[in-house]
């Protein structure tokens, strides 16, 4: 529960004019082992926070999405109820598969679902809108455990050699040695020497 502070978010989700805090909890197990759900822990007058809480979750989900990662608040539809927005919660699932392996998904759940403008419910388990990115892949390049290796290529300059974990199509979790070429402009990556041979190799080396 409020794993990181991106799964943390504050606004009034129960419509009474009070703030209540959302938190992201990507490792609950309501959709199985790492599925993910939001709580939202909601606000008395003159008390503060209180135990009280709305549960979301995606009844579509899987174990391992972390539905619950990234949490925001916010009108998102403009309703309001008398003079107090109604406020809609947008949760991210960082490694949901409906789209793609790992390419994720951001759901957002809107108040006043139900035909008529009211506070969202104690439990929702189906969202109103699922956004995805349709080109990019999960890929991290973990850049803070790069290190200096060596001359590898032979050109003079020394070179660094890192890491990156990247989603494969069978939706397994893969790590390749990245390397990272050493030249007069410093270290460049390998797409730029097999692209720019004349202006990384000695003559003869390419």
Known sequence: LGYSSHGLATGDISGDGLVDLVAGAPFDSTQ??????VY???STQAKGLSANYKKIFNSAGNKDDNFGYSVAVGNFDGDRQSSIPLNDIAVGALNEESLRYGGGALHVFLSG???QPQPLPSVRSNSDLVLYDTD???QNYRNETTRIVGDINGDGYDDAVGHMTRMDSSGQSVTD??????SPNGLITTTFCLN???KVFKSGQA
């Open 32 to 37: 199985g082992p790492g599925g993910g759900a």
């Open 40 to 42: 939202g822990f909601t």
């Open 113 to 115: 679902a139900l035909a």
């Open 136 to 138: 990019a892949t999960v």
């Open 177 to 182: 040695a990245v390397i990272y070429f050493g």
């Open 196 to 198: 720019n041979p004349s």
